[in-house]
């Protein structure tokens, strides 16, 4: 059937429109625009579905695409008094859908996360003096209308400003000396100022800003990578990038990963540009997600900072993204579209001609291969700043020197804590795991209790005397009675969460206060800021934390940090286990000693020779990026060869295991592509679904999606098999 083209079209007819949907359809549906209705791509519009009223927008597709006769064609009801959504943000939405292998409506979801902001803001009313008005003035009322002025002001605030009653005003109204007016909407976000309270940059931090404002200022695409230790003045270089922004009349975005704990980040924002960001994360209230949202696209939100959604926010004129701690796995979302906001962000970036600046301290190696491919510049900065010297790392040999029986701190950081504590400074110990105990045992029967949704074990919180799984959230009391053999008192706790590790350290150290800081001890941005202040205030003595306290912290009087366990995160053989220990112990190590008493670093292990932690003892992380780089190499693996997960999964078991068969006996071959499995996930059981995973490899040139496509055509499976994409994976559970 030949679709008509728009042209061709009498007025009357209206107009045929292709309108994505925020869900996960594959493609747009064509609407008819009713002539009364003006529109065109990237505008917001309500359209019929079903039974429903949606709200979608008009795509750059061709309509026709849906095939649907003319004559069956529904109309489009409103157009939503918004500003249209941009070519890049609409391109934005485009790419990630084919990149992640996602129906592009899905992909919209995240760009339309506020739909009330659609709505036309409401504007509040109050009076304005009529111009050239005469009639008879009381005392009470020239009062009033001596406070009004030439403002618009509500009644009630007139009335109060001059100090008359309400009906005071309604007599002014009444003989036609004032009327009613919209009142000018408040700006919701003040302008930061660019030259408020600049530090005076280091020379070296000076050559890096300098360089990132004429990229600014070049108004074009570019990526750089801001490199350099802990404490080294990388924020100040690109806050400086930011006031080059502001200065272009553009707008900047900053993703952090852990937003809600960003208190001090905010606080020195505020205090540098003397006015606060505007915020995205998931915690925000409906009203400040609307009205973030719509004064992000009516560009009065310069500044933004947000977490990885913050990415599909409607900036009209973004200038540059910042990605603070660009290596942190926070920035890949594992649900729904599963991408990475650190590489969606120079998509963005590029397509909106903004510079994009990624930081860390420990750079993921896909960026150093990217600076070392030529792709992204690199920027460093050697030393931390003010002088402050990097802190004394060691390991404490777990073989030679173990903790008592039961216990989980070794004598030689025990006898450091006691010292840190006697010159009145402050240490922090730090176990990467939540609760009491990760594991919990009947020690008459063996019987380990295990969540019921999943392949893992219940993680006992005993503050809360339950049970809890840490993948689905299944909780239960801790039983009295061993639910297998019935023994009574048999269950034991084995190994330490930080509860158990505060248990450990309110018996040595009765003395010292102490604060336990994990997820569920510091829920949200008022927790964080209250235990940072705290803590800045020397009202505690010992930090016990869970890697939120790696993040981004400065505490000028912590000297000492205990790592409990440095073996934690290399086991499970994922390919990027010695890369995120290094990352993570490397940052938290960075807490110690930021200013002038000298910190040090006391690493608890069973394998002091292992390569980690030899490259942390002896600070040498580009040592360490080398060795890691020759091990993946030679086998193409990431960066330098490209991976594919495919995730098979279903409440029925057999279907699972048949779906995952069914797709490993398709696997694809070609030159450079390899598949590996179909294998029972590490997470072989999670909420309740069995998983199988498959995994394509491809060499680095290879484009993996069309590869991923035409796989998955070949294959029919149930409709209660899933199949979850997940391109470049970055865990593997
Ligand atoms: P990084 O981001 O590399 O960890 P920061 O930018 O947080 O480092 O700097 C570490 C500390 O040094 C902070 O307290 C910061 O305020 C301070 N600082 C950095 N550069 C300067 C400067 N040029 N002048 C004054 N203080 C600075
Ligand atoms: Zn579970």
């Known amino acids: 059937m030949a679709t008509p083209s728009r042209k061709a079209i009498g007025a009357g007819a209206g107009q045929r429109v292709s309108v994505l949907l925020p869900l996960p359809l594959e493609s747009a549906y064509d609407y008819r625009l009713p002539p009364a209705l003006v529109a065109g791509p990237g505008h917001f519009v309500e359209v019929p579905l079903g039974g429903r009223v949606v709200l979608g927008v008009i795509w750059d597709e061709a309509p026709g695409a849906d095939h649907v ?187 952090l990963p852990e ?80 991408y990475h906001a650190r590489d969606m962000a120079v998509v963005r970036a590029r397509l909106e001609r903004a510079t994009c600046v990624l930081v860390s301290a420990t750079p993921s190696l896909e960026s150093v291969a990217n600076v070392e491919a030529g792709r992204y510049r690199r920027l460093g900065l050697p030393v931390r700043h003010g002088g402050a010297a990097m802190p004394e790392i060691t390991a404490v040999d777990l073989r030679q020197k173990p903790p008592e029986r039961g216990r989980f701190l070794a004598p030689p950081l025990i006898a450091a804590v006691t010292e840190t504590l006697a010159r009145g400074e402050q240490a922090m110990l730090f176990l990467n795991r939540r609760g009491y105990a990760p594991l919990t045992l009947c020690r008459a029967c063996g019987h380990r209790m295990q969540c019921p949704n999943c392949t893992a074990w219940l993680v006992e919180h005993r503050a809360q005397r339950r049970l809890l799984c840490h993948h689905c959230g299944h909780t239960a009391p801790t039983p009295p009675a061993c639910p297998e053999c019935g023994a009574e008192h048999s269950l034991v706790p084995i190994g330490p969460g930080v509860e158990r590790i505060q248990e450990e350290v309110a018996e040595l150290f009765p003395e010292a206060r102490r604060l336990v800081m994990a997820s569920d001890t510091i829920p949200g941005p008022a927790a964080a800021a209250a235990a940072a202040q705290q803590i800045e205030d020397r009202e505690v003595d010992l930090i016990i934390g869970t890697q939120i306290v790696a993040k981004g912290w400065h505490f000028p009087h912590l000297t000492l940090v205990g ?89 029925d078991a057999r279907a699972a295991e048949r779906g995952a068969r069914e797709l490993g006996l398709a696997a694809p071959v070609g030159e450079g592509l390899q598949v590996l499995g179909p294998a029972p996930a590490p997470l072989a059981l999670l909420r309740g679904r069995y998983r199988h995973r498959l995994l394509l490899k491809a060499a680095r040139g290879v484009k993996v999606q069309p590869v991923l496509v035409d796989w998955l055509a070949r294959v029919q499976l149930p409709r209660e098999v899933r199949v979850q994409v997940d391109v470049d994976p970055v865990g593997f559970l």
């Open 69 to 255: 006769a003319e004559g069956r064609l529904r109309e489009v009801i409103a157009v939503k008094p918004a500003p249209p959504m941009r070519p890049t943000l609409r391109q934005l939405v485009d790419w990630i859908a084919a990149y992640t292998l996602s129906p592009p409506g899905a992909v919209l979801r995240m760009a339309m996360s506020a739909p009330a902001a659609l709505e036309a803001p409401t504007q509040a009313s109050g009076w304005q003096r009529v111009a050239g008005a005469a009639a008879r003035i009381t005392p009470d009322r020239a009062k009033a209308l001596a406070a009004l002025g030439d403002e618009i002001l509500p009644g009630t605030e007139i009335a109060r400003l001059a100090g008359v009653s309400l009906g005071v005003v309604r007599g002014l109204a009444s003989v036609g000396l004032i009327e009613p007016a919209l009142m000018p909407r408040a700006a919701a976000f003040p302008r930061p100022r660019p030259d408020f309270a600049p530090p005076l940059l280091r020379p070296e931090q000076e050559e890096a800003a300098s360089a990132l404002r004429e990229a600014v200022a070049a108004r074009s695409f570019g990526v750089t990578l801001l490199e350099g230790v802990t404490g080294s003045g990388k924020t100040e270089v690109y806050l400086d990038a930011i006031a080059e922004t502001l200065r272009q009349g553009r707008q900047a975005l900053v993703l």
């Open 259 to 338: 937003i809600a704990l960003s208190t001090q980040w905010l606080a020195r924002f505020e205090g540098r540009f003397g006015a606060p960001p505007a915020l995205w994360h998931s915690e925000l209230s409906s009203r400040t997600r609307r009205v973030t949202w719509r004064a992000v696209a009516e560009g009065d939100a310069p500044v933004l900072v947000g977490a990885r959604s913050a990415l599909f926010l409607p900036f009209p004129d973004l200038g540059l993204i910042v990605v603070d701690e660009e290596h942190e796995t926070a920035f890949k979302q594992e649900e729904g579209v599963i």
């Open 563 to 651: 790592v409990v366990d440095a073996d934690l995160g290399l086991g499970g053989g994922d390919l990027r286990a010695g890369e995120r220990t290094m990352q993570l112990l490397h940052q938290v190590a960075g807490r110690a000693g930021r200013e002038d008493k000298p910190g040090r670093v006391m690493l608890q292990s069973f394998s002091p020779e292992h390569p980690v932690m030899q490259a942390l003892i002896r600070d040498d992380f580009p040592g360490f990026l080398k060795a890691e780089a020759a091990q993946r190499e030679p086998g193409h693996w990431p960066p330098y060869g490209r991976l594919a997960a495919l995730i098979i999964s279903s409440e």
